[in-house]
């Protein structure tokens, strides 16, 4: 982010260590798929048609065979997958310790169904625990900015003008940066308690652009459907084993930019036994 000469500003030699750890295990795996297609082209799979597994990364491999695409399009799996769940964990139950109102309805939709199996599907009933994680990724985006390049010329039908409403006019090869932070506490749409973490609001919104924490349209991050599910699966797993939280920090959440963006202090909570 400090760009191409005010890097060395950047004084954590341990994360250059890890940027190689990590770029070694993703390059492994990127020699091991296109080792996988060289020889799926020489040989027939015997897998009957209809029950072959797909391979993300081997799909990937069949629209461009870059070592550097592929790594940086691994790389984007493991962070809504594992950042992004952790983080969001994180902040729900910064929010949740705040708000015991909100931890109790949770447990009133939760527990009723304490002794039947976590599934997905089961997950997906849960719709106030659908909001709860909806309003933590509203109020505590982990990325706060989507950038994209224009492949051709375009006009967009607003965002022109002095007050944005008139036409704009996009060259090929402009990059325009949408401020997740900005639109996700837009009080014209959210209302004028946009910066407070209520997961009511969500019963009767249903924003389109307006919420876009894992981006949209084809491009949207495929890893976000992985990402509830291990945050779901984690906070029913918690509501049923413990019965009361408690925030022990009183510090409002602050920023601390990394590769996504969390609370510089972390968490601290009290959890105590059902």
Sequence with gaps: ML????????????????????NTFLGKRVDEVLARLEKSQTTKSEKPEGHQQLLLIDEM????????TLRFQMNNIFTPAHDGAAITLSNAFFHLSRKPAAWAKLQAEVLPTSDAPITYKLLKKYQYLKNVIRETHRVTPISTMIIRQCVKEVV??????TDGSSPLYMREGDVIEMNL?????????WGDDADEFRPERWDDLRPM??????????RICPGFRLTFAE?????????????????RDDRPWTEETRSTFLNLHGTKVALFPA
């Design 181 to 189: 932070r900005n639109t996700f506490r837009d009080k014209t749409f």
């Design 209 to 218: 652009w307006e919420y876009t924490p894992f981006g949209g349209g084809p």
């Design 61 to 68: 491999a069949k629209v461009t065979q870059d070592r550097l």
């Design 3 to 22: 760009g191409p000469y005010l890097w060395l500003l950047f004084r954590d030699p341990k994360w250059f260590t890890d940027c190689d750890t990590v």
């Design 156 to 161: 967009l039908p607003t965002g022109g003008g």
């Design 231 to 247: 945050v779901a699966y984690t906070m029913v797993f918690i509501l049923r084993e413990f019965g009361g939280l408690e925030s």
